[in-house]
């Protein structure tokens, strides 16, 4: 079974500098997606960023970055620039490819990272 | 419009009472899931339902029971409930099998069992 560990359960940094969350994963799938999910505290579940394991390009949006290793099975996210909006858990997220045999389409998630965003 | 909306937000009931939450989707989606975040924030699966047919069952206890009455409704209704119930219950849906589809999740069901 898949599983995915966020080591840091919480983290600060100041308004407009750069913060990178970890992500490590374990799979012996060879094909499958990452997604980071923010949850601010309206709780909403809110896709920040995803990436294809097949694809060797670094996913990026706006602000958000990722650092994907598949070697090291590794998927950091890289917060430019913070915001004070970007205040929130965020969860790193596995799912499998939908090619898989006896793939599943559920999302196996981190415990979560607390992100403060100091003023 | 809503993509994915649930009902109640809130729920506050006694143990050994017997609760439903529904979700309903408009995103023209095929898969709904059910999805439990615990006191700890930790979510995890539940259910998962494919064209209103049963695809995974992750170890839940009999007293939690699915219903997808068509594809775009996914409800949860859970008996006998118990203190360890309380959490924070989330729907999602998603289009089943395309390579790169996101789960859109609804607001959540924060239920709280006294």
């Known amino acids: 079974a898949q599983t995915v560990t966020q080591s840091q359960p919480e983290m600060s940094v100041q308004e407009a500098e750069t913060v990178t969350l970890s992500c490590t994963y374990d799979t012996s799938e060879s094909d499958y997606y990452l997604f980071w999910y923010k949850q601010p505290p309206s709780r909403q579940m809110i896709l920040v960023i995803r990436?294809?394991?097949?694809?060797?390009q670094n996913a990026t949006e706006n602000r958000f970055s990722v650092n994907f290793q598949k070697a090291a099975k590794s998927f950091s996210l890289k917060i430019s620039d913070s915001q004070l909006g970007d205040a929130a858990m965020y969860f790193c997220?596995?799912?499998?490819?939908?090619?898989?045999?006896?793939?599943?389409?559920?999302?196996?998630f981190g415990k979560g990272t607390k992100l403060t965003v100091n003023p | 419009d809503t993509a994915v909306s649930q009902t109640p937000k809130y729920l506050v009931t006694q143990m050994g009472n017997d609760k439903s939450i529904k979700c309903e989707q408009n995103?023209?989606?095929?898969?709904m899931y059910w999805y439990k975040q615990d006191s700890k924030k930790f979510l995890k699966i539940m259910f998962s339902?494919?064209?209103?047919?049963?695809?995974i069952n992750e170890t839940v206890p009999n007293r939690f029971s699915p219903k997808s009455p068509d594809k775009a409704h996914l409800n949860l209704h859970i008996n006998s409930l118990e203190l360890g119930d309380s959490a924070v219950y989330f729907c999602?849906?998603?289009?089943?099998?395309?390579?790169?589809?996101?789960?859109?999740f609804g607001p959540g069901t924060r239920l709280t069992v006294l």
């Open positions: 997220a596995y799912r499998s490819s939908p090619l898989t045999q006896g793939g599943s389409e559920k999302l196996v």
């Open positions: 999602a849906s998603s289009r089943w099998g395309l390579s790169y589809n996101e789960q859109f």
């Open positions: 995103l023209g989606h095929d898969t």
């Open positions: 339902y494919n064209n209103k047919e049963l695809i």
């Open positions: 990436q294809e394991a097949y694809k060797q």
